[in-house]
């Protein structure tokens, strides 16, 4: 009874404070964490009426909306549950003891609304059905920097929101589905590898030297070389086709040819670079010698140099061209293919519909010169958080870990076992022989460690002065190029997770960016960092709403705008809506002959001009005149015509019908011609329209409308008006009083 009167307290006490919270997945540290808080788990059931209904599959649904977000938490379903002695929170013993009390707290509150959600998805929940006061961690619509495709499309946009160049931090990416992205990317695999040639005769002009160099300083250790097969030769003409071709890129990027005709020939026709590929491919796959002119080796150099200034990308793309293909909304390594032939890559789109259909294939340029710690590639996970999108505002966490490939890294062997080092592949592989000894059996280094190695390379200052600030900025940049398209909602959050890649010179390159990173303990240092990560996030969307100074834990405030005032509408398209001005009314308007005639029209009563046509005809005209004062014709009471009928009524009295003739005057409007409309109220409360013949009245002619007179109404039968057919001495049917 006493475990059950405590478990009853602290419910109530957490139904008062809205401490109640909802997970889906496993996430032991986040339950334990806010247990201690004092909140009380709400299970989740997987038939809540919130849920959203399955996403449409089109392309603008997987580029901006939520059905395709780059997600990495399946990892959790394939990763056997660790130990929790690797997390480094003695408290989980004591929650997992008391597994049976919160179990019956769960109860207690399942008809109570969570105040706190976390999901691993965030199509589970939609977040219009929840109340400002429940957070739930994620937004709707970030599938335009989580996912493949949006992040290719969103950062060409960032000309617009910052003064960088994408091209800096995020390599080339173009989508195979649509024809112009696939137009642009043809190009650009021409162009590089014109580039490639140009530095493969560097290459091998240097090289000649050195091996000139080496034969001068050891002349009699020369043996002769063994006869061999006599390679294939490409003749310098190669050289000047790539060197023409290049000059011609050079001129266009520098707007050199903004003269030239539209419809002038390029130096190299679409057959032409099929010839050109040819000889490429000889030279860089198929070892046939590459001949050059001495003339031309320093133009090469020269050319080079110049390409360097505009292209960001020349020192880390290398000399084969090698691209990934890349599925546009998958994660973990699922479907990515290394190539460097063109005609393959075509060949993958071409044949096959679905591609071109939904258009989510995505071909990016790979960093072909990385930094490799003991000749292996690695790439690093960062984790940044997100409270606020309107102010942005971003959280970078101080710890990440880097994952290594099981294989040596080799530019001739384009297996993803040596390219990728996304754990969910490299764990089904074992590690090579050949690897380096002090390579962790594990494949992972926390950041600690990466920066120890990068001192023992002679690099103590890469990390804090090229490395973190690098990733920083690229973090940035993406979020503000989709700023406009993420549903702004200010009780949500979300933590993300970005993939990097360093060249030679340690700079920073964004690979991607997943939405609810894993947080699976695989390794010791996953175990380790999943855990503080979770933690400190609780600290900064939980904690800091109480208190501002609070600790953030590894968390650092890295970028937080100036709020900003959204408009109605936000999206790409701009339009400017006016309208025409109108020439002002004239002051003629102020004439005296204009006043007698309304009068007139408001005050005629009888039929036509009081002969007995047995109709009541009434024409009046609303409007003020400019610098006059209002009519009081207007503000008098409504005319009432009385009419006895035959019979009786109450008290033997005859019954009495009353039509009360009111003018529906409607404010003037300077674009219309207005007249009056009149309606028959009668005693049983009936109105009807008098279908009375309108007089249009003009304001722009003020002198006709004061010698208008009314025009005679043909005869009409007295069953018009059933109610007034009366003797005509009940009836005020006298003719107005002549206006002049």
Partial sequence: MGRLRNAKIHVERAIKQKKIFMIQGRYPVIRCLLCRRGWVEKKMVH???TTLPPPHKDLNSSVMGDSDTTEDED???????????LFDFDDLLEFDDLHGTHALMSRMVRNEIPYFIWTTRRDVLDCRFLSKDQMINHYARAGSFTTKVGLCLNLRNLPWFDEADADS?????????AEDDKKAFIEDFWLTAARNVLKLVVKSEWKSYSIQAEEEEAPGDKQPKKQEKKPVTVSPEFVEEALCACEEHLNNLAHVDIDKDMEAPLYLSPEGWSLFLQRYYQVVHEGAELRYLDTQVQRCEDLLQQLRAVVPQMDMEGDRNIWIVKPGAKSRGRGIMCMDHLEEMLKLVDGNPMVMKDGKWVVQKYIEQPLLIFGTKFDLRQWFLVTDWNPLTVWFYRDSYIRFSTQPFSLKNLDNSVHLCNNSIQKHLENSCHRHPLLPSDNMWSSQKFQAHLQEMGAPNAW???????????????LQTSQDTVQCRKASF??????????EDFQPWLIEINAS???????AVTARLCAGVQADTLRVVLDRRLDRNCDTGAFELIYKQPVVEVPQYVGIRLLVEGS?????????HRQTEVRPALPHLLSQRGSGEGKDSGTLTHRSASRKVAGARSLGHTEKPDSTATTSAPGKGKKGKAKSATALVRPCLRKW????????????????GDRHPHPLNRLPLSLKNPQALGKTIPPKHPKVSRQFLPALQAPANHLDLSPPKSHR
């Fill in 580 to 588: 025409t001005i109108k020439k002002p009314l004239a002051m003629c």
């Fill in 47 to 49: 038939h809540l009426g």
């Fill in 517 to 523: 990173p894993t947080m699976a303990p695989s390794t």
């Fill in 75 to 85: 990892e959790d379903e394939d990763e056997a549950f660790r130990p929790l002695q």
């Fill in 169 to 177: 931090f995020f390599p080339r990416c173009y989508r195979l589905g």
């Fill in 464 to 478: 804090s002065t090229v490395i973190v600030p690098g990733m920083k900025a690229a973090v940035i940049r993406a």
């Fill in 494 to 503: 979300e933590l993300y997770g970005a993939d990097f890649v360093f060249d």
């Fill in 669 to 684: 409007d300077p674009s219309t011609r207005m007249g009056c409309i009149f309606t028959m109220t009668f005693a049983s």
